[in-house]
Every structure is written in C-alpha cells, then in structure tokens.
C-alpha cells in the first residue's frame, strides 16, 4: 500500500472514532472540501474552517462506520479515490447506512482537497425526520 492510500484510509479512520482532531496533522494549511449540492452544501477552504466543519458534522453521529470497498491509488496525480459503504447512527439514534465516494488529493504527503460525493435524497431524508 502506498503512503497516499495509507493516509486517506488514516483519514477514514478519525472518521470511524469521530475523532476530528486527529485530523489536524494530516491536512494542509490550505485545505479545500467540497460537497456542495449536498445537505451539508460545503464548499470551503483552510484548516481551521474544515476542523470546525468535521468536528460540528462528527457531533451529529454515535456512530459512522465507514466500510472502503474500492481505493484507487492514482499515483502520477497524488489522488486516491475511495468508494465505501458505511453505517450510521446519529446523536438521537436514527440508524441507517449510505454509500460515496470520498476523492483525496495530497499534497507533500497530506490532504489537500477533500471531494465528498454520496446519497443525498437518503441523507435529507434522515434529517427530515
């Protein structure tokens, strides 16, 4: 496994322990996140604002069990490209499962832009209710 796959499955991992903080030292000072079109319709740039954004989305879950199923390592672009399926619970115990695609780009060997694609109508639906 290459370094740029092992750091955004490092990535998943703070995801899984809802541990945003653990993030810090793997994204750049400048990092973008994109998931606009989406319920949380991100569209940012900079550690400290995508630190609040993860560290505010993670609150909302007991638990997020992210399962990659396919990781494309894209060496000559430092992208690595991951589909997961994952299971969640959020913090009033709604249970439900999605799956996405989440597209890191990496820069001197930490994420720099982070692309969020995944089931939009399920996740409103979640939060509708």
């Known amino acids: 496994m290459s370094a740029n796959t092992d750091l955004a499955l490092e ?18 000072d400048n990092i973008k996140h994109t998931a606009t079109g989406t319920l949380y319709n991100t569209d940012l740039e900079g550690r400290e604002e995508y630190l609040a954004y993860i ?3 993670l609150s909302k879950f ?13 060496a000559e ?3 690595v490209v991951v589909e997961w399926t ?21 820069v001197d060997g ?4 982070v692309r969020d694609y995944f089931d939009t109508e399920k996740t409103k639906s979640i939060y509708s209710t």
């Open 110 to 113: 930490k994420i720099d832009w």
């Open 86 to 106: 994952a299971d969640f619970t959020t913090d009033t115990d709604i249970e439900w499962k999605s799956r996405g695609v989440l597209i890191f780009d990496i």
């Open 55 to 57: 560290r505010n989305l």
């Open 11 to 28: 990535v998943i991992r703070h995801f899984n322990t809802l541990d945003a903080d653990g993030l810090t030292n793997l994204v750049t």
């Open 62 to 74: 007991n638990k997020c069990d992210f399962h990659p199923y396919n990781v494309f390592d894209v």
């Open 77 to 79: 672009a430092n992208v």
